[in-house]
């Protein structure tokens, strides 16, 4: 089976513009949940979403918004991006609710100038 | 709020050699699970071993092992037999035990670069 998948890969925007990156779960995973990870620093919470619905969100701005779809992929937008923005960002799934460990993607890395 | 503590921002170690990493964490929560993440230069995050908080038995993953007591709330990542490919950014993570709301929230301490000698 394909592990967790983001894209795009890697990305530069400005600021004031907005970014979509997407994530596709593990197949028959059902959450996602995202995270900021700011260079040297660990990944920080920012969604966790479980069929289709926001089931927690950490200390982000509403700038940051995010949906799962149906087939349980995910994206995440942020609005008026600011160069504090620039981090990699990662996904992450779990099969369901319950103590399983989640799996990571491989990352979005944002660059804002 | 909980709090993950890796005081060790870098480690080394000789090929072939154990090495132990130490996490410490904050939490009033009687049930929650422990994690060490491993991330490469690749940036991929890769889970290296969990715990359980109401298993007394230390988990054990081939040449990873935890002590994990639950008293001091200290978690440490035991490798041995070191080998090269070990090198990477290693995350101790909590996750809450509590059902509903966020609880697959994950709150990872800064990490500690582990560096192998050849």
């Known amino acids: 089976d394909a592990g967790v998948t983001q894209s795009p890969t890697h990305l530069i925007k400005t600021r004031g513009q907005h970014v979509t990156l997407r994530c596709s779960p593990i197949?028959?995973?059902?959450?996602v949940s995202w995270y900021q990870q700011v260079l040297g620093q660990g990944p920080q919470f920012i969604f966790q979403?479980?069929?289709?619905?926001?089931?927690g969100r950490g200390n982000f701005p509403d700038r940051f918004s995010a949906r799962q779809f149906p087939n349980y992929s995910s994206e995440l937008n942020v609005n008026a991006l600011l160069l504090g923005d620039s981090a990699l960002y990662l996904c992450?799934?779990?099969?369901?609710?319950?103590?399983?460990?989640?799996?990571f993607g491989p990352g979005t890395r944002l660059l804002v100038l | 709020a909980q709090t993950v503590t890796q005081s060790q921002p870098e480690m080394s170690v000789q090929e072939a050699e154990t090495v132990t990493l130490s996490c410490t964490y904050d939490?009033?929560?009687?049930?929650?699970?422990l994690f060490w993440y491993k991330q490469p230069p690749s940036r991929q995050m890769i889970l290296v071993i969990r715990?359980?908080?109401?298993?007394?038995q230390n988990a054990t993953e081939n040449r990873f092992s935890v002590n994990f007591q639950k008293a001091a709330k200290s978690f440490s990542l035991k490798i041995s037999d070191s080998q090269l490919g070990d090198a990477a950014m290693y995350f101790c993570?909590?996750?809450?035990?509590?059902?509903?709301?966020?609880?697959?929230?994950?709150?990872f301490g800064k990490g500690t670069l582990l560096t192998v000698n050849p």
């Open positions: 197949s028959g995973h059902k959450s």
């Open positions: 979403y479980y069929e289709k619905e926001e089931r």
């Open positions: 993570a909590y996750r809450s035990g509590n059902s509903g709301g966020s609880n697959y929230k994950l709150t």
């Open positions: 715990q359980e908080a109401y298993k007394q």
């Open positions: 992450a799934s779990i099969r369901g609710r319950g103590p399983g460990p989640q799996y």
């Open positions: 939490t009033s929560e009687s049930d929650y699970y």
